[in-house]
């Protein structure tokens, strides 16, 4: 089983709080990913890292920042959450000279912004 | 766009009956990638084929991918209610910096 690790698992919050969902894996993975899921629905690409102080954009637009400062830490981060938020969150990494190697998900966090 | 097409979206079968998922791309791909994603859970990798005209095999499990590389087909022999859940197909594209792009998946649902 791959070492990529979320937290929260689950995270009920009001509209406007600011939150941070926590990415961590111990795999030495220069790749992460965070994608964005809707029950039984496709993944979509949010943000992505090739390694430390890399950080760019994926395919769907997002409010969300995130961050890379060290190699196994990959935060997620909404200023102010609302309900257009709600969604599962997943985080991946890969390693490999390319971005199309293997990825590795962690367990998720399902998000409710009430 | 997406590149990366998947059919059928969904399909629910009897127990024992065999399933099929095929996935297009509009280009050509250095390899693809099947995961497997169970109800409420994440998806996680079943294989990768890297090879034109390569098939191999997981027990019940078929992976072909095609000759032009464009193309690849996963089949599932005797479904058991086990195998429920969503099948990804992902292929990396020059298009996106060849970061892996995702099918929208096949929702298989067995009967019992």
């Known amino acids: 089983e791959a070492d990529i690790y979320q937290t929260p698992r689950y995270l009920v919050i009001g509209t406007g709080k600011k939150i941070t969902l926590e990415c961590s894996q111990t795999m030495g993975h220069d790749k992460m990913y965070w994608y964005q899921q809707d029950p039984g629905m496709e993944l979509h690409l949010i943000h992505y890292?090739?390694?430390?102080?890399?950080?760019e954009k994926g395919d769907l637009s997002s409010e969300s920042t995130v961050s890379r400062i060290r190699t196994e830490h990959f935060p997620l981060t909404l200023e102010s959450a609302r309900p257009s938020h709600t969604s599962q969150y997943l985080c991946?990494?890969?390693?490999?000279?390319?971005?199309?190697?293997?990825?590795?998900f962690g367990p998720g966090t399902r998000l409710t912004v009430l | 766009g997406q590149q990366v097409m998947q059919i059928p979206q969904y399909q629910h079968v009897q127990e024992g009956e065999d399933f099929t998922t095929y996935c297009n791309s509009s280009?050509?791909?250095?390899?693809i990638q099947w995961y497997k994603q169970r109800p409420g859970g994440h998806p996680v990798f079943l294989i990768q084929?890297?090879?034109?005209?390569e098939v191999k095999k997981q027990k019940r499990l078929t992976f072909q991918f095609g000759e032009a590389k464009k193309n690849s087909s996963l089949h599932i022999t005797a479904t058991q209610t086990t195998d429920v859940g969503t099948y990804f197909c992902a292929g990396p594209t020059e298009e996106y910096g060849n970061k892996l792009v995702f099918g929208a998946g096949t929702i298989l649902r067995v009967k019992s």
């Open positions: 084929l890297v090879k034109s005209g």
């Open positions: 991946a990494s890969s390693l490999g000279s390319s971005g199309g190697a293997e990825q590795f």
């Open positions: 280009t050509t791909l250095s390899n």
């Open positions: 890292s090739y390694g430390v102080n890399s950080t």
